[in-house]
């Protein structure tokens, strides 16, 4: 499994920015993909899951701000992002959970400048 995530960059708070996340080896089909994010000097912590049926879940912190959504036609699972805050600063990882392992991507930095 390999995931490859992009769309980040540095934006002015109040943007808005889309990330995507390429799978080869697997599909987002499945139960367990999910965006999560690292802050420098925190820990990675979950943004948003979704699930083979299309469940969904978000940190209290990126409700209604943040979608997460997967097309199955290119095999890519996506972050829309808006309103983006300072503090939404952080390398952004997709994962996906198979066999009982957890596979990251190699994430993509977003800065939001004030």
């Known amino acids: 499994v390999q995931l490859q995530a992009s769309g980040g960059g540095l934006v002015q708070a109040g943007g808005s920015l889309r990330l995507s996340c390429k799978a080869s080896?697997?599909?987002?089909?499945?139960?367990?993909n999910g965006w999560y994010r690292q802050a420098p000097g925190k820990q990675r912590e979950l943004v948003a899951n979704?699930?083979?049926?299309?469940?969904?879940i978000y940190a209290d912190s990126v409700k209604d701000r943040f979608t997460i959504s997967r097309d199955n036609r290119v095999n890519t699972m996506n972050l829309q992002m808006v309103s983006l805050k300072p503090e939404d600063t952080a390398r952004y990882y997709c994962?996906?959970?198979?066999?009982?392992?957890?596979?990251w991507g190699q994430g993509t930095l977003v800065t939001v400048s004030s």
């Open positions: 994962s996906v959970v198979r066999w009982g392992r957890t596979f």
């Open positions: 080896g697997t599909t987002f089909r499945f139960n367990g």
């Open positions: 979704i699930s083979s049926g299309g469940d969904t």
